[in-house]
């Protein structure tokens, strides 16, 4: 059964970082699309950052600049390096993989960012 776990969510103060991680276990043996959505509280779910097998990375406007996604295609894992955090940023944060032939989309369970002021 194909999974995605994430980790790496937290409280932080405004102005900090946090790395996410999401690792993939189940037998996947090609990815295409691996990202980092989140969803507010009475939002939702938005696309924060996304990046393709051949490394091609793709952001939200809001985030470009301080977030950056990277990924490791052999262990099929993807990060998410957040830096200066904004309260804004505060959310549930999911890691979504798309199968490079079915197209067949897993998400993760969700980890919690909390960004003080």
């Known amino acids: 059964q194909v999974q995605l776990v994430e980790s790496g969510g937290g409280l932080v103060q405004a102005g900090g970082s946090l790395r996410l991680s999401c690792a993939t276990s189940g037998g996947i043996f090609s990815i295409d699309t691996m990202g980092w959505y989140r969803q507010a509280p009475g939002k939702q779910r938005e696309l924060v950052a996304a990046?393709?097998?051949?490394?091609?990375?793709n952001y939200a406007d809001s985030v470009k600049g301080r977030f950056t996604i990277s990924r490791d295609n052999a262990e099929n894992t993807v990060y998410l390096q957040m830096n200066s955090l904004k309260p804004e940023d505060t959310a549930v944060y999911y890691c979504?993989?798309?199968?490079?032939?079915?197209?067949?989309?897993?998400w993760g369970q969700g980890t919690q960012v909390t960004v003080s002021s």
């Open positions: 990046v393709t097998s051949g490394g091609s990375p």
């Open positions: 979504n993989a798309v199968l490079t032939w079915s197209r067949v989309t897993y």
